[in-house]
């Protein structure tokens, strides 16, 4: 998780946000393809796990941050929203763990796909975003190898 957050704070530091939006995505997806373990790290939540899941928060802060960068200058549509970075890394490992060994570069064709959409201007409307709360319960509701984890209370 360290090196996750490292990888928003090198984005937040590019004085381009596009750029640093752009090489987080591709950072972040590279190191779910590297490690599996890692790629189940960023679709599940691990709440007993106090220290992983403040880094987490502390990264996703930063993401937030900086989509409201990118967005003010005028480079990603104006539409997404801070819940599709869950939905990218849910789709990357999807795609990791469909291909495995037979096609392993895969994931980078659909993150280049998903880029160019995500860029301004739209092309056209999205529909609404999950709401995070139900997207944390996805992340809560199995974890690895289809482990269940403690359900919390998400009514914040």
Request: charged content about 25%; glycine content about 8%; proline content about 8%.
């Amino acid at each position: 998780m360290d090196a996750y957050a490292e990888a928003v704070v090198v984005a937040l530091d590019d004085p381009d946000p596009w750029h640093g939006f752009v090489g987080y995505l591709e950072t972040a997806c590279a190191m779910q393809a590297a490690d599996q373990g890692f790629a189940d790290v960023l679709t599940t939540s691990f709440p007993t796990a106090k220290a992983m899941e403040e880094r987490r928060a502390e990264a996703y802060e930063g993401m937030v941050r900086l989509i409201g960068r990118a967005k003010a200058a005028g480079r990603l549509r104006e539409d997404f929203d801070p819940s599709d970075l869950l939905l990218i890394h849910m789709a990357n490992a999807g795609v990791i763990n469909a291909a495995g060994d037979a096609a392993p570069d895969a994931w980078r064709r659909v993150l280049a796909l998903f880029i160019q959409s995500f860029e301004a201007p739209a092309r056209g409307p999205l529909p609404p975003s999950p709401e995070h709360k139900a997207l944390l319960r996805a992340t809560r509701r199995t974890g690895p190898a289809g482990l269940s984890t403690p359900e919390l209370d998400t009514t914040d």
